[in-house]
């Protein structure tokens, strides 16, 4: 079973868009939205849940009243600023969950207690079977988030004999990223032709690097500026990261996004076309 | 009087927005660069840097001659990030949260803290803009301790403008906090509508007060102005599509540099966010 992450570095460069097409254009693939804290994929794949289940990421400390003695102890300890002096109470949006403040309280007035922060699902979709999830609002530990739905991803898509799995990765380079594409087969990159994109571009393809990944790049709304396509090409040319192609601005794409529509589905005008040959590049690559 | 950038979705024009308001204020006005993971602002900017700092944050080293290999460390780590295996002790940096639990609780005093550079806090100017940027290293797990670092020079007697990262989790947080208002920048389509419902919950959540700014607002349904009419969410300004804007972004030209009338409507969006924050206090 292979494997395709699709990342950008820049947000809002085409990920979803191109993942979903990718998806349509499959003939037996699984599915995985790993931007848990904004998911969009499911908004094209139009998802039937089937089991949802809680996410516990972490832990938040919660303080005693009647044991607390005040004497700060844990104050002293706390590296997150997470302990409110006034009342002596947790700020729980701060509160890494490390427990240091449990273990030393004097009188044991500190407990650890299982926070939920989150929920995934196991989904069915036309294309095939899709794991996606929510991460709950202002939560951290999105990165384990991400590795429970990609380990659930390859479990079902090994259950239904899918031969490859398909990810919508999250922007930026942190513990989401990471989580996303640590021994995948192929990091597709989808950037644009600006310097943010460029530059943007740059720091994941160090990252896929990091991890020796083959990654490819694809240059969403190449025609926007085409000295900044050659400039991006020239970058994948010196640091040989092949092009895996060009998708040019055209208003039917955000057209079919507005209209919940794929895009391969919406049209066949040129940017499917575009995409299409894309997916075949891909798809020879990882066999 | 602090101001944050944020969206939830990626790509809708955080820093587009931030960027040209501060150039449209230019006096007195600071810049923070907090989306660490991608900074992007300095594109726009162009500010010359007199300063870098490097960013560590702790991480435990072992003293094997102490260590009794007893895996206390290991039970009090919530990150796995400290491991005993037969007679080594393997530490895993880039997960370590810094919390310094196993340090202090070691019952052999065999842990001690040294500490790892995570990133860097460039300083510098643009004009009359005073500027911080935050970047991570590459391969390094979590942007948090680095945002909270970057926050620290923020100049309360000045404007100061926060671009955040998109999203809705930790870093966000991280960015938004404290502000006194927050610029929601979102894109009049399914996912910009899907992301801005995610955001606004985090801004709730916080109780920062904030509005929305639509960008490329001819270029989609009119669902999200809907759901900020129904929220009662103020729409500081609809930005319709324009392909000069475009280039110009693609070559790193701030709007208001290249198109100077437009200084008129970010002050426009500046006054209606000083008038909001008036009302609430």
Known sequence: MKEIVIVSGKGGTGKTMLTASFAALSKNAAFADCDVDAANLHILLNPTIIERYEFKGGKVAIIDKEKCKRCGACFAVCRFDAIVIKGFTIDPLSCEGCGVCAHICPEKAIKMEDKVSGEWFISKTKYGPFVHAKLAIAEENSGKLVSVVRQNTKSVAEKENRDLIIIDGPPGIGCPVISSITNTDIVLIVTEPTLSGMHDMARVAELAKHFKIKTFVVINKYDLNLEMTEEIEKYCQKNRIPLAGRINYDSKIPEAIVNKKIVVEYTDGIVARQIKNIWETIYAELN | ?281
Request: glycine letters at 8%.
């Open chain 2, 1 to 281: 009087m602090i101001i944050s950038v944020a969206s939830g979705k990626g790509g809708t024009g955080k820093t587009t927005v931030a960027v040209n308001l501060a150039l449209s204020v230019n006096e007195n006005v600071q810049f923070l660069d907090c989306d660490v993971e991608e900074p992007n602002a300095h594109i726009f900017l162009k500010p010359k840097i007199s300063r870098t700092l490097s960013f560590s944050t702790p991480v435990p080293k072992v003293d094997e001659g102490k260590c009794n290999y007893c895996g206390r460390c290991q039970e009090i780590c919530a990150y796995n990030a400290i491991a005993v295996i037969k007679n080594k002790v393997l530490i895993f940096p880039e997960i370590c949260h810094g919390c310094g639990g196993c340090i202090l609780l070691c019952p052999q005093n065999a842990l001690e803290e040294t500490s790892k550079e995570v990133g860097i806090i460039q300083f510098g100017s643009s004009g009359a803009i005073d500027f911080v940027n935050g970047k991570v290293n590459v391969g390094q797990d979590t942007p948090a301790p680095l945002i909270r670092q970057v926050k620290k020079y923020i100049n309360t007697t000045k404007t100061v403008f926060v671009d955040a990262p998109p999203g809705t989790s930790c870093p966000v947080v991280e960015s938004v906090k404290g502000s006194d208002y927050c610029i929601l920048v979102t894109e009049p389509t399914p996912f910009g509508l899907n992301d801005l419902t995610l955001a606004v919950e985090v801004m709730r959540k916080l109780k920062i007060p904030f509005g929305v700014i639509i960008n490329r607002s001819d270029i989609g349904d009119g669902k999200v102005e809907d759901y900020c009419q129904a929220e009662n969410i103020p729409i500081l300004m609809k930005i319709p599509f324009n392909r000069d804007f475009a280039v110009s972004y693609s070559k790193g030209i701030p709007i208001v540099d290249a198109f100077p009338e437009f200084k008129t409507h970010y002050r426009e969006i500046l006054n209606k966010i000083k008038n909001h924050i008036e009302k609430k206090s």
